[in-house]
């Protein structure tokens, strides 16, 4: 059974019980609307804590207004049935006043890997997690969150907040959960047609051919470009970014081989009225 609370204060008097108790706790922070991704997350939460906290809060400041957070997909009782069913100890579901209340004027803003891909396509958007993450961290006092490599400038943004801000939690990157045809898992995938769906396959085909060639030693530039039209051939449009970063801090690469750096290829499309992100390791 899975102990539902809404309140900073009954989240934090159950943690500090847990705590006395000698065990440790993890934090999965989510939006909703969970599928197997976040199911696995919770599943290696547990592999690290003795306890495991979700929370499903809609986070309003990472939305820009023509973006869809009114239908943003939400269904709260079927998430916790998910959440009981993996052994998810305490889930924080708490309404806007209680995270945001009146006369908030407190941001939290992560300069320099927050700034290219997501950052440059929805400028609030980092502002808005690395805030609400903040506050979860704080509110939680968590000893360790797990984050989905799915959102892989989401994961490096939060780890470099809790460094600069010496937040002492440990932040745990899980692998990116994929259908079979390797189309990562989303939320957001509940918006494809039928049709959309079968073609949203060209996405992680063309990183993979993309992220292929860069690590046998092929132009980056080349590698971006093929992917980009590949995609477009596919159906997507328009298409945000295809780029090869270095994996830390996402500092540009190329347009040569990748030489000796760590390459992560990241891409976001539209498809439809969908807007598809997903990153791989290169090499």
Known sequence: MTLIVRTVAEMRAQVRAWKAAGQRVALVPTMGALHEGHLSLVRLARQHADRVVATIFVN???FAPHED????PRGEAADV???ASVG???????NGGEMYAPGFASAVLVSGVSEPLEGAARPQFF?????????LFNQSQADVAVFGEKDYQQLQVVKRMARDLDI??????APTARA???LALSSRNTYLSTEERAAAVALPDAMKAAAASVAAGGRIDEAEATAVAALTAAGFG????????EASDLSRLGPGPICEAKGRILVAAWLGKTRLIDNMAVG
């Open 168 to 173: 002492p939690i440990e932040i745990v990157g």
């Open 81 to 83: 049935e998910k959440l």
């Open 88 to 94: 998810c100890d305490l889930l924080f579901a708490p």
């Open 60 to 62: 309003p400041k990472q």
């Open 127 to 135: 502002g808005g997690v690395a805030t609400v993450v903040a506050k």
């Open 180 to 182: 079979g045809d390797g």
């Open 238 to 245: 328009p298409v945000n970014y295809v780029e090869v970063r």
């Open 69 to 72: 957070f009114d239908a943003y």
